[in-house]
């Protein structure tokens, strides 16, 4: 079980104050991580993820960054996670970033909002590609054997009804994973995203009750997926225990794509 040990390290995690993200920084923390910092808008969220995830390990050093990625031009969001994340680390390196924080908005492709499929791509797809440019490299200068893990999606395998930004945003973000662990595997640091099937979160709200009932159908396993189902899966990227895999998607969707 050393294998799946994270032991001494610090990761940073975009969005993991709720939901998906959240699970990511319980599995973490329960897998003996040293340091987690996590960006947040709320501090009312922060500090009940705070709580929550202290009962995984009440060792784990939390630090915190206040962002907003809807509000604030891209290239300042970058430069303040990557400046304040070197800054806080107690080790001065930081081992393991997972991009996670991400939206969706719903509308037909003849009427989608400019300003809303712009959202969806800043948030979902740039955002994750620079922040992955900006500490891969200070990874790589350092000699760090660093782990990388994009949030993707099934949608960056098909696409849904609605979710054209959404698909797009998934979809090259799956794709520029690919791209990025061919460049750095054999430099030390592993990149590879996780693609969540669906799982009842914020970003789910926004269906109907009808498309609800029909997705449920079409899952193998009969049910939504839970967010702690993905404490597992992260864990597993980001630890020795995968230390052969990169450029991988890794699917967790109860049967999803297999149907």
């Not at 003996?32 to 960006?39: A, D, E, V």
């Not at 909002?113 to 990874?139: H, S, W």
């Not at 760090?144 to 698909?167: C, D, E, H, M, P």
Request: aromatic fraction near 8%.
């Amino acid at each position: 079980m050393s294998l799946f040990r994270l032991d001494g390290q610090v990761a940073v995690v975009t969005g993991a104050t709720l939901g998906i993200g959240l699970a990511y920084a319980e599995g973490l923390a329960s897998a003996g991580i040293k340091q987690l910092i996590l960006t947040f808008r709320s501090q009312a969220t922060l500090d009940a993820a705070i709580s929550q995830i202290k009962q995984f390990n009440p060792d784990v050093i939390i630090s915190s960054i206040h962002v907003d990625f809807l509000a604030m031009p891209e290239d300042e969001i970058i430069a303040l996670i990557y400046t304040q994340s070197y800054a806080k680390s107690t080790t001065g390196i930081i081992d393991i970033l997972i991009n996670n924080a991400g939206i969706n908005e719903r509308h037909p492709v003849e009427s989608f909002p400019q300003d809303e499929f712009d959202n969806v791509m800043k948030i979902d797809m740039n955002i994750p590609i620079k922040l992955t440019r900006r500490f891969g490299a200070k990874m790589l200068e350092l000699g760090t054997r660093g782990k990388i893990v994009n949030t993707a999606s099934v949608l960056s395998f098909q696409s849904g009804v609605y979710t054209a930004a959404y698909t797009v945003a998934k979809g090259g973000l799956k794709n520029f994973t690919q791209a990025v662990a061919n460049e750095w595997s054999d430099r030390g640091v592993r990149v590879n995203c996780l693609a969540p099937g669906y799982v009842a979160t914020n970003l789910t709200d926004s269906m109907s009750d009808e498309n609800r009932e029909l997705v449920s159908r079409r899952i193998p396993m009969g049910r939504w997926g839970r967010c702690d189902e993905f404490r597992g899966p992260i864990v597993f990227l980001c630890s020795e225990a995968s230390s052969y895999m990169t450029g991988l998607c890794l699917v967790v969707d109860g049967g999803w794509l297999g149907r």
